[in-house]
């Protein structure tokens, strides 16, 4: 069965703190996404990528990075992490081809204090 | 670039009542459409998707969109909610043009009253 799977489902850091949030998908797909939800704003862009070692910039980057170790392992890396990166990330991952919708996680619920 | 707006922050509708939920986007050019729930606590579940042919497409648990170039919509309906159809609704684009970037709205509450 297609999945994606995020860990941890919930975590707690100070400012300035260091995060990695995780993201596993074992659906062979090539594309995997970063996204941030916050209330009025919807789900936001952070970084994409099509396959391992390929990143791309999404719309709101900033104070965020991330690396596609594999094609299942897709990482978020806050290295100083601000009360504005308060917020419910969510990982998908997505065939990149034919017509076929993203597949998404369960989330991160990130909060920093 | 393409974007998306959903007009409708919060819907409250009775159970057995027709809602539309609204969506529309900007770009000139082929796109991908697609729908989505959330349910509280939880990932965002596919509803269903339009790229091409038919403008009405069906998705799970009686929902169908209607797609309109002309309007640059893409709104999504269901003739008679229920309560477990309670949740927030995204709208989401994809610009056909090899990247697969998708852009989502803000999504729509929808609240059903039993």
């Known amino acids: 069965e297609a999945a994606v799977t995020q860990s941890p489902r919930n975590k707690v850091t100070v400012t300035g703190g260091n995060v990695t949030l995780s993201c596993r998908q074992t659906?062979?797909?090539?594309?995997m996404y970063w996204y941030r939800q916050d209330t009025g704003h919807g789900l936001r862009l952070i970084h994409y990528?099509?396959?391992?070692?390929?990143?791309q910039i999404g719309d709101v980057p900033d104070g965020y990075k991330a690396t596609r170790t594999t094609q299942e392992d897709f990482f978020l890396l806050l290295e100083l992490a601000s009360p504005s990166q308060t917020s419910l990330y969510f990982c998908?991952?997505?065939?990149?081809?034919?017509?076929?919708?993203?597949?998404f996680g369960e989330g991160t619920r990130l909060s920093v204090l | 670039t393409q974007t998306v707006s959903q007009s409708d922050a919060h819907v409250t509708v009775f159970e057995g009542d027709s809602v539309e939920l609204r969506c529309n986007y900007s770009?000139?050019?082929?796109?991908?459409l697609s729908w989505y729930i959330q349910h509280h606590g939880h990932g965002l579940q596919f509803l269903l998707k339009?790229?091409?042919?038919?403008?009405v497409v069906q998705g799970v648990n009686g929902f169908e969109a209607e797609f309109s170039k002309s309007d640059s919509s893409f709104h999504l309906r269901k003739a008679s909610v229920h309560w477990s159809d309670s949740a927030v609704y995204f709208c989401?684009?994809?610009?056909?043009?090899?990247?697969?970037?998708?852009?989502f709205g803000a999504g729509t509450r929808l609240k059903v009253i039993a």
């Open positions: 990528s099509y396959g391992a070692g390929n990143l």
């Open positions: 998908a991952s997505n065939p990149g081809q034919g017509t076929q919708a993203p597949l």
């Open positions: 989401a684009v994809s610009a056909n043009t090899g990247n697969y970037k998708y852009v």
């Open positions: 659906n062979s797909h090539n594309y």
């Open positions: 339009y790229y091409s042919g038919n403008p």
């Open positions: 770009y000139g050019g082929s796109i991908y």
